[in-house]
Every structure is written in C-alpha cells, then in structure tokens.
C-alpha cells in the first residue's frame, strides 16, 4: 500500500476511536414537549446556517429537532434548507 493509504488509513481508526468516547445524553429530557411535524422542519431548514453558527457557541442549540415526527419533518427540513439555498437551479443553465 502506498504511505498515504495507510496514513489516511491510521486517521481514520483514529477519529473512529476517540469519537467513540463522546458523551451520549438521555433522550427522554428532549422528549417531553411536542413533537415538530412539517412546518417545524420547514422552519428549522431555512434557518439552518443561523442555527449551526449559534451551536458552536452555545450548547442548548441545535440544528435538527430530536423530538420530530419522522419522515414529515425530514421532509420539511430538506425543503427548507433547499429554499434556502435555491436548490441548484441556477447552476444548470449556461
């Protein structure tokens, strides 16, 4: 194998390993309100870049809802963060 394979290799196993240490919190403390359905996703998608930028500084933010409805909310968010960004549209016509 090449030096570079097996140094990406050996980074690799590496994050695998110390990532494996992160602490895991219980889910049952998020769970107690109501769950987001679509429009929660939609609104959490658009707002996304604003949300990831507050969560590197603040530990009660996050991007995604952990109390969401499933695939409706999924749903609602891609369709929100594509609104946000205009969904490639542009990029096809020459």
Known sequence: MKKKT?????VLGLILILSSC???LPLDDC?????????GGLWHGII?????????F???IA?????NSGVWYDLGFV???GILFGGGGKA???
């Open 22 to 24: 992160a602490e895991s």
């Open 31 to 39: 769970l107690d309100s109501e769950n987001y359905g679509f429009f």
């Open 63 to 67: 991007m995604y809802a952990v109390n």
């Open 6 to 10: 097996i140094n990406t290799l050996i």
């Open 48 to 56: 996304a870049p604003i949300s990831f930028v507050l969560s590197i």
């Open 79 to 81: 369709l929100g963060a």
């Open 58 to 60: 603040f530990d009660d």
């Open 92 to 94: 096809s016509s020459k």
